[in-house]
C-alpha cells in the first residue's frame, strides 16, 4: 500500500492506495481521511485606510483584463461596465454591483488576474 497526500480545495486528506490486486479487480482506494489543514499564508498588507472603497469588485474567473471603462473617482450606476475581461477566448464584462463611486482600480490593461483578486472597490 502507498500512502499520499492530496490537496482539494484547500481541503488537505490522507489517502492509502493498495498496489498489486491479484484477484483481477480494479484496484480500491480506501476512502480518504480528513489531515490537518496546514496554516493559511499570511494576508496580504492591507491598503492604506480610506483608499479603498467599502465595496469589493472581484474578479469571478482568472483572465486577462482587455480594457478597464472606469476610473477613480467616476460615479456609476449598477450595471455600469468597469472593466473588460478575457477567459476562455471570451470576453466578460465587469461590472459595478451597486450604484457609488469608483474608489480604486486594481487592474490595468494586460494583466492577468486569478479568480477571487480585487479589480476595483467603491464607495
Known amino acids: 500500500m502507498k500512502n499520499y497526500t492530496i490537496t482539494v480545495n484547500g481541503n488537505v486528506y ?17 476512502a480518504p481521511k480528513a489531515a490537518p489543514k496546514a496554516p493559511a499564508a499570511a494576508p496580504k498588507a492591507a491598503a492604506p ?7 469589493v469588485v472581484a474578479a469571478p ?4 483584463i482587455l ?3 472606469a476610473n477613480a473617482g467616476q460615479a ?3 450595471g455600469d461596465v468597469l472593466m473588460v475581461l478575457e477567459a476562455m477566448k471570451m470576453e ?6 451597486q450604484d457609488g463611486t469608483v474608489a480604486t ?7 492577468s488576474v486569478e ?5 476595483a472597490t467603491l464607495n
Open 67 to 69: 480594457a478597464v471603462k
Open 76 to 78: 456609476v450606476k449598477k
Open 105 to 111: 482600480i486594481n487592474a490595468a490593461v494586460g494583466d
Open 49 to 55: 485606510a480610506g483608499a479603498a472603497g467599502s465595496v
Open 115 to 119: 479568480s477571487g483578486a480585487t479589480l
Open 61 to 64: 474567473m482568472p483572465g486577462k
Open 92 to 97: 466578460n464584462e465587469i461590472v459595478a454591483p
Open 14 to 30: 490522507e489517502v492509502t492506495v493498495e498496489e498489486g490486486v491479484s484477484t483481477g479487480a480494479a484496484p480500491v482506494a480506501a
